[in-house]
Structures are given as C-alpha cells and as structure tokens.
C-alpha cells in the first residue's frame, strides 16, 4: 500500500489513522486511547460472565393514523390512470448473468439532460448496436441472474426507458436495482422456471398479457405464468412512484396497501367519533 500503488489492503483502524493528513499512518496512537474493557465488551457482544437477564418479548402496538384508510374497490374506473399497455409483444434482446449497471450507462453520461439522453447511450460500449435494435421493435430484455448489479445508481433504469424498453424479465435482479426499476415504473417480471430461458433467444419474438400474467413466445405451444403484487402493479401502471405521489401525497403507501375488495361499498372509520360509514370506493384511481 502506499503512494502509486494500484490497490491497497488495509485494517479499518489503518484506515481511520491515514485518514487526517491522507498519509499512510500506524494507527496505534488511536489503539492505545481504547478502553480495553469497554472494547471487550463490545466485541463480545456486550454480554457479560454473570447471570444474563431475562428476555422480555412483546408484541408491537403501532399507533393507529389519524387519517382515514380506504377499503379500495376494483371498478371499471379504476383503470383511469393506467399508463401502460395491457400486452407487449416484441422481439427479445438476450443477456446473460450479471449485467451490471456501469455497461447499462456508462458514468460519463450521466446523468444527462433527460431518459431519452441517457437512452442513447444506453450499453454504449458494452452491447453497441443495442439502441438501434430497440428502435427496430426489440423492446423486451431476458435476462438471467443479477440483473443490474454493481453501482446503485437509478440512472439505469432511466437509460433503458429511455431507449425504449418496456420489459426486463430475468431469473432475479440485484436489489437496490429492483427497487430502483419498481418505483421508477419499468415493467419487470422475475421467472425461474429454466424451460422459459431455453426457449427464449436473440430475436425470439413474445407476448407478454398482463391481465393473465402470461408469456407466451412465437413457436413455443408453453405459457408460462409470472407473480405480481397489487403494489407492485399499481406502481408500475402509475409510471412509478413519484406520479403516486404527486396524486396522494404522503398517504401513497397506505393507498396502495388498502385491502380491496371486488365491487359494492366500502366502509370508512372516522377516528374521530370511532362510528363508520358506507360509501362507494371512488377515492383513488391509477
């Protein structure tokens, strides 16, 4: 380690020390102001040789909101604020393992000036003739493990929409990108099921029905059949989550997390008086 060195292998307390002047420093001068016992106790968990205590276990009592949480009822109106389409049908772009987030965009275009700047830059050096396949109609990635690891930046999830992406469907995906992907809205699906990755190719061409939660590829006689919450699919058929929230405010995740029911009435507690109502369930439609 040291000054033109390419890596550097180090303990935290070298770390600590080094870090006043940037000079690499023996860090015993900060190791002798330590309290042994206390660094002791510490390492060992903060348990003791005596007699330990005994265990309390309660079960939690969350405040309940003063705010009024809607029982939600699905209704033809409640597709109003839909903004994606029900089925996609499009050419496949095929990726392995482990495609992480630097080849999705590189940092020297980010973060740019909107998605569709970012988009032409999209797997710039790492799969070149990519944007232009998109263009062309291959809209859908299939992908395998680790999707979207490496840096946690959402300027991946930005990139791909706007190179015009509109699925990324693959055996699982790095979290902080998942999220990232769930709350910026761009439709993904997760399948293990290894018949799917067999069967789809560069160029396989397949439909994706949201409303039976299907895929079917051209050539294939299988459907296969994909999961989604109720959150995640109000989430990304808002857009994400940031147009939830310009329509809700706060309350987005007490929305979204309202238990529903098909049709009828809904009943509304007022925290006030503790008596309830009946209403129809037109509060909040996506």
Request: hydrophobic letters at 35%.
């Amino acid at each position: 380690m040291g000054k033109g060195s390419y890596g550097n292998i180090t303990c935290a307390a070298a770390v600590a020390a080094s870090s006043f002047d940037m000079v690499v420093t023996d860090p015993k001068f900060l190791l002798d102001q330590l309290d042994p016992a206390k660094l002791q106790r510490l390492v060992s968990g903060g348990r003791s040789k005596g007699p330990q205590p005994e265990l309390q276990i309660s079960e939690p009592t969350p405040e309940v909101s003063s705010n009024n949480v809607p029982i939600l009822f699905d209704s033809p109106d409640s597709d109003a604020g839909r903004t994606t389409s029900r089925v996609i049908r499009s050419k496949v772009q095929r990726f392995g393992e482990n495609v992480d987030t630097d080849a999705i965009i590189p940092a020297e275009f980010m973060p740019g000036v909107d998605n569709a700047d970012l988009g032409s830059h999209c797997f710039q050096y790492f799969r070149p003739e990519f944007r232009n396949k998109a263009k062309s109609g291959s809209t859908v990635i299939v992908a395998e493990h680790g999707f979207g690891s490496g840096s946690s930046r959402e300027d991946a999830v930005r990139a791909l929409q706007g190179a015009g992406v509109e699925a990324v469907i693959a055996k699982g995906f790095a979290f902080i990108y998942e999220r990232n992907q769930l709350n910026m809205g761009l439709f993904n699906i997760k399948i293990n099921d290894p018949r799917f990755y067999e069967l789809t190719q560069e160029d396989s061409v397949i439909t994706i029905n949201k409303d039976n939660k299907t895929i079917q590829i051209e050539g294939s006689d299988m459907t296969f059949y994909y999961v989604q919450s109720d959150v995640e699919e109000a989430l990304i058929e808002s857009g994400g989550v940031l147009p939830l929230y310009s329509k809700l405010g706060r309350g987005v995740f007490r929305h979204l997390t309202a238990p529903r029911v098909q049709g009828g009435t809904k009943r509304v507690r007022n925290s006030n008086n503790g008596r309830s109502r009946k209403e129809r369930s037109q509060d909040i439609t996506w």
